[in-house]
């Protein structure tokens, strides 16, 4: 209870007091045994058991505002179970036990009847009246409890007049028959008292306090009524009275103690059903959440079984396309071998997986490899025996592709060290453009030659410094580029062209470079003068690499989809380092003693401003042209009025 709510309680008289504490023991009581007995079911993407505000029971099956707000009551294990066990199934507890209620009535009329022809057969003499009462009774409850239409057992009653009829119908008429047999019967051999407990019972459990109290002080009356009769004739008042009085105190405790226990679980199983919805929402909620993440998540048991995968997921385990959707067996295909041995190895010993992930690189059938950075989580299913021992061990496996990591890790490196980069480069140009200009007015005057030759090795750095300089500012952070779609078959042509007679690179059937390209124009999202940097780069990097022979490099522009064409630069060079691979289009990265190591970083950056990617890829050993850098350009529509130029709309 909150301070100020106690100290409101301090103010008020000593029974709200004496209250409130009650009432604040009882919440404190409820919060150690639920949390400490109570379990939870779970799913494999959220947890099936969400905790609820149980309400409190305060009407009856037969006025059917049994809940309203109120205090929660004192949890037990047992009712915590039944109503778990309850919470899923489509009738009330109430509702079944009415059910069982109307099928205990059948069975006692019957047993009423067979009793009735058994005392005939001993020789018992029997009251005629007892007798058809019982065949009237035998046959009111069996005829009850097998016409729904009559006793209406599905669904609970939703007006005053239904609920006053069924309880007419059921408790009304044992009072009445029970009662009736117990004073036709008196002093016979028969006793039919013990019949009176089972009404009282069941309006202690489906009809409200006042109503069970009153059902027990009328058979109270009762037998208070059949103790003065038997004194009348000739019995001790005494003894036939405090008899009557103690069946009417036990009659009186059965009903509190039945309404009790049926408000609490019918409380109880409330809050399942409310914790049961909360639960399936939130499953809900975590399976659209983990559905739409970037990253794979694999939910995999100790028999390799996957059991839940999400989408990103299914489409790394796939070369194309999506794999399955869960359960499979993990190692099912033989791609995915290397995953399910590191997965079964984590499983036996847990501590060997390194918290940060490890690499594991899949083998496609068509010689496409994937790496991936696998992350794995250990969890246990717990089992719902309550012996809180340890269920199924599973595990939860974070999947990224490690070019995508790669690629976030690098452009938050490369997206400050730009901003640094664009910085120095524009402090260094106009120190630079003074030497350039000091080492011209230099070489004006008659030098000798070993004078000559340095000033032409201080130029040519110089030159160099300068190319550094531009590339830099070139991919530096600015102003987004206006999109244009280009005429990526004529602008590709003109390029290579030029780019062959600049390296006096003839272009013929015997020539190194072979070109292929599509006839019909085909429009991309990119700048002239970006695209044509992009292709001399890789064409330089070729060439530099390749051999002698003929077709050793090789240019093709081919349509891949809708949306996309992709330009293909291969050479038979040798393959390059998995070593070297990593760092391909990191900046400052050659493998060159003079080079700059910003060609395929500068090719790169200008594809990713215009939605392209670039990349490098290894072909299988029978491909002659190993070798091969692969730019993804997003295509667009040409303008009609000109087709080798149009706006993006």
């Known amino acids: 209870m909150p301070r100020d709510g106690a100290a409101h309680e301090k103010r008020g008289s000593a029974r709200d007091r004496r209250a409130g504490d009650r009432r604040a023991g009882d919440r404190r009581q409820t919060d150690r045994r639920t949390s400490g007995h109570t379990q939870q079911d779970e799913s494999w993407f959220g947890a099936v058991g969400v905790d609820g505000e149980p309400g409190d029971a305060r009407e009856s099956f037969f006025d059917p505002g049994w809940l309203a707000a109120g205090e929660t009551p004192p949890d037990s294990r047992f009712m915590t179970r039944e109503a778990r066990r309850v919470a899923i199934a489509q009738d009330t507890a109430l509702v ?87 004073v036709l019967e008196a002093g016979s051999s028969f006793n039919f008292a013990a019949l009176l407990v089972l009404p009282v019972l069941m309006s202690g459990v489906l009809t409200s306090r006042l109503l069970a109290l009153a ?10 009524f059949m103790a003065w009769r038997g004194a009348s004739l000739g019995g001790d008042l005494n003894a036939l009275a405090l008899q009557a009085g103690l069946a009417g105190v036990g009659l009186f405790v059965i009903a509190l103690l039945s309404g009790e226990l049926a408000g609490r679980l019918a409380r109880e199983e409330i809050a399942a059903r409310g914790s049961l919805e909360l639960a399936r929402q939130q499953a809900q909620l975590n399976r659209l959440v983990i559905e739409e993440m970037v990253d794979g998540v694999l939910v995999v048991d100790h028999r390799l079984r996957v059991r839940a995968a999400n989408p990103a997921a299914r489409e790394l385990l796939a070369e194309a396309g999506l794999a399955p959707q869960a359960p499979f067996p993990l190692a099912s295909r033989r791609a995915w071998a290397p995953l399910a041995q590191a997965v079964e190895a984590a499983l036996g010993d847990p501590r060997t997986w390194p918290e940060a992930g490890r690499d594991i690189a899949l083998a496609f059938e068509r010689g496409h490899r994937r790496n991936l950075r696998v992350r794995i989580r250990f969890m246990r299913r717990r089992e719902n025996n309550g012996g809180g021992t340890d269920g199924e061990p599973f595990c939860v496996l974070l999947l990224e592709d490690v070019r995508t990591a790669e690629a976030r890790l690098r452009q938050e490196k490369l997206a400050a060290m730009g901003r640094v980069s664009a910085g120095i480069a524009h402090e260094i140009r106009n120190p630079l453009a003074a030497i350039s200009q000091a080492n011209a007015l230099l070489l004006e005057d008659e030098l000798g030659a070993t004078q000559q030759r340095l000033a032409r090795i201080v130029a040519d750095n110089v030159q160099r410094l300068k190319r550094i300089v531009d590339d830099v500012m070139e991919v530096a952070p600015g102003a987004p580029p206006v999109v244009r779609v280009i005429d990526a078959t004529a602008e590709i042509a003109a390029a290579a062209a030029d780019w062959a007679h600049t390296v006096d690179l003839p272009l013929g059937a015997d020539s190194r470079l072979r070109v292929d390209l599509p006839t019909q124009p085909l429009g991309v999202r990119f700048d002239p003068e970006h695209l044509r940097r992009v292709l001399v780069n890789l064409l330089d990097n070729a060439r530099r690499h390749a051999s002698e022979a003929a077709g050793a490099i090789f240019l093709r522009l081919v349509v891949r989809d809708d949306a996309a064409l992709v330009l293909s630069i291969a050479s038979d060079s040798p393959p390059i380092p998995v070593e070297v691979e990593r760092y391909l289009f990191e900046p400052f990265f050659s493998t060159r003693s003079r080079g700059a190591g910003l060609g395929l970083y500068i090719c790169r950056e200008l594809c990713e401003r215009y939605g392209a990617s670039i990349e490098y890829r290894t072909k299988p050993d029978a491909d002659r042209l190993r070798n091969e850098f692969r730019v993804v350009m997003l295509r667009g529509a040409l303008s009609p009025a000109n087709p080798t130029l149009g706006l993006v709309p």
Do not use: E, N
């Open 215 to 224: 059902t027990a002080a009328g058979v109270t009356l009762m037998l208070l």
């Open 96 to 182: 079944r036990v009415y059910r069982t209620y109307a099928a205990a009535r059948a069975v006692v009329g019957l047993l009423l009847v067979l009793a009735q022809a058994a005392g005939g057969l001993l020789g018992v003499r029997l009251v005629l009246a007892s007798t058809l009462l019982c065949i009237a009774y035998a046959v009111q409850a069996i005829t009850f409890w097998l016409l729904p239409s009559l006793s209406a057992l599905k669904h609970p009653p939703s007006q005053r007049s239904q609920r006053r009829v069924r309880w007419l119908a059921t408790i009304g008429v044992d009072l009445a028959v029970f009662a009736a047999l117990h």
